[in-house]
């Protein structure tokens, strides 16, 4: 009501304001949603399966173990969405919230169909130290990623760019709701 007030008039100043106002809040709607290309500072993971995978020696449990699959992918962006992270990439995919992933074989494959095989480059935008410390945490997934035997590497970065989603935003089901 505070905001709506001050638009309240006919003064010129007042109206370029409001139309300046809502073209700021449609560029950060479309940051946020993933339909803008973005940049900042952030992180760079890389995850590669382990490199001592030896199919007549181990056992398919070892194998298993020192592989990257979509569960672990799923672990990862949930540690990384518990942090400062504002937008994340992995490879050329643009994540978003609603971004579902699936392992077929050496891919990971994401609802839209498209592939991406590792090693996975994950580009995260966010408070890099920040997001250093949680995910590098002793307890935490990417080092049990790496006790498994998988290569893992965390590097900050000041400048990291994540294109606009591929993805349709377009909701498919629900429509606005005002009430009764």
Request: glycine share 6%; with cysteine.
């Amino acid at each position: 009501k505070f905001k709506i007030r001050s638009y309240k008039g006919t003064d010129k100043t007042k109206t370029e304001k409001l139309i300046q106002d809502m073209k700021n809040q449609l560029k950060d709607y479309g940051n946020i949603s993933g339909i803008n290309a973005v940049k900042g500072s952030g992180l760079v993971i890389k995850i590669k399966d382990g490199d001592n995978i030896n199919l007549q020696l181990d056992n398919p449990s070892e194998v298993w173990r020192k592989l990257f699959h979509e569960n672990d992918m799923a672990m990862v962006l949930n540690e990384i969405r518990n942090t400062s992270a504002e937008a994340v990439l992995i490879n050329e995919q643009r994540v978003l919230p609603n971004t579902g992933i699936n392992c077929y074989w050496a891919f990971i494959i994401f609802e839209d169909e498209k592939k991406e095989s590792g090693p996975y480059n994950l580009y995260v935008i966010g408070d890099p130290d920040e997001m250093y410390t949680y995910l590098t945490a002793e307890d935490g997934f990417l080092q049990s990623l790496s006790r498994r035997g998988l290569q893992v590497e965390v590097e900050k970065r000041d400048e990291i760019i994540i294109p606009q989603t591929s993805q349709s935003t377009e909701p498919q089901f629900m429509q606005r709701y005002d009430g009764n």
